[in-house]
Structure formats: structure tokens, C-alpha cells
């Protein structure tokens, strides 16, 4: 059985899009350990709720991303993980994980990448962007992970219309529904083996849906 590390800072919704998968069969694999960046995260309780062992890693008590990172893969490690999962992690690591982790790192956008991604960019500051921006669509994006921020390949990816009337608020709705629908499909993907990755581009394996 392959072991998922989910990496939270946050509410954890897509967390528990991630066990409801699991759970329900989706994806063949179990979560062997979930880290968070912020102590009081809910994320950690929807762990706690599922037996799921979890951990805290508070980047304020590291000098450096790189030793922030470190503890992160010790925990990876340690926990046997095969795929790490960024769900709503809001910080930024170093290169350290990628290295260790070459293509099993995935991270949920919530934006059609490569369209308003990068620093600064994670949650409602996506969103106000989309909308300041008179976009006709914006959507949800699960990427590989790599050295640069949010310019991996792209493995699933799907649109949601920005509707006049929308706010930054119902428009992160309306995208999350699509985040807990398309984190499972990709996850399912890399774990089964059916992709290729071309560049940037991500090729499903012939006979792979
Ligand atoms: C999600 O919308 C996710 O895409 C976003 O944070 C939210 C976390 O929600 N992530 C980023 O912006 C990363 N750049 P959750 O904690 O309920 O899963």
C-alpha cells in the first residue's frame, strides 16, 4: 500500500477530500502522517477525527526555509511516505524536498495555473486577482511540485466561470468544490503510474482515463 504525507496549514478541506477518497476506495493508498505549519490548524483535528497520525512543524521555530524543510522530510521519511500532498500549504520549501521527493510532490492551486500563481499568490489574494482581472473563467490546478513556485507540470486541471456578481469569497466556493473533485483524480494518477511527463506537459499513459 503507497503512504500519502499531506501537508496543511489551513481548514484542511482538501484534506478531507483526500480521506473521503481514501476511504471510499478512489485512491488505492492510505495517509501515513499529516504535517502542519500552524499549530491550531482544523486540518489537524479532521486528522485526529480519522486516526490519522499528524504533527506540527512551526516554521517560526526555524532559522532557515532550508532547516524548516529538513524537519518536513525527516518526517517523510521517517513516516515511509511514497507522495507527498500539498493541501492548502501556505508556505514556500526548499529545493531539499523536490530533490528527495522528484516528481511525487503534488500541490493544489486554486487558479488555472500558469495564470496567477507564484510568491504572494495562495488563497483570497488568488481570487481578487482573478476578479480584478475580468478573467471569464478561473478554475482549480494539481501540479507537480518542482524547485520554482507553482510552475510544475500541470496533471489535472479544470474551469469554473467568473460570473459578474462574483466576490473573491464565492468564487474560492465555487473553485474549491472543483479542488476536492480533481486533488483525488491526480493523486490516483501519479500513485497508479499512468502518467508521462513531457516537459511540462503531463501525458496519460495509453488506455489511462
Ligand atoms: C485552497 O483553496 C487551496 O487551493 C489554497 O488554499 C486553500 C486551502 O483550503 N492553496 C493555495 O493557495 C496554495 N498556493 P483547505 O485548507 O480547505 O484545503
New binding site residues.
Partial sequence: MKRIGVL?????????SIIDAVSQGKVAAEIGVVVSNKPGAY?LERAALHHIPSRVVDHRQYQSVMEFTRAILEIMKENKIDLIC?????RILDRLLVDAYPNRIL????ALLPAF?GKG???HH?HEAVIVSGAKFSG?TVHLVTAET?VGPIVVQDTVAVDDADTPESL?AK??QV?HRVYPQAIRLVLEDRIIIDGLRVKLKPGSH
Fill in positions: 496543511v496549514s489551513g481548514g484542511g478541506t482538501n484534506l478531507q486540518a500539498l493541501a492548502g500549504f501556505l500541490n493544489i492551486h486554486p500563481g499568490m495562495y488563497g488568488v482549480a507553482d474560492a473553485v474549491l479542488e
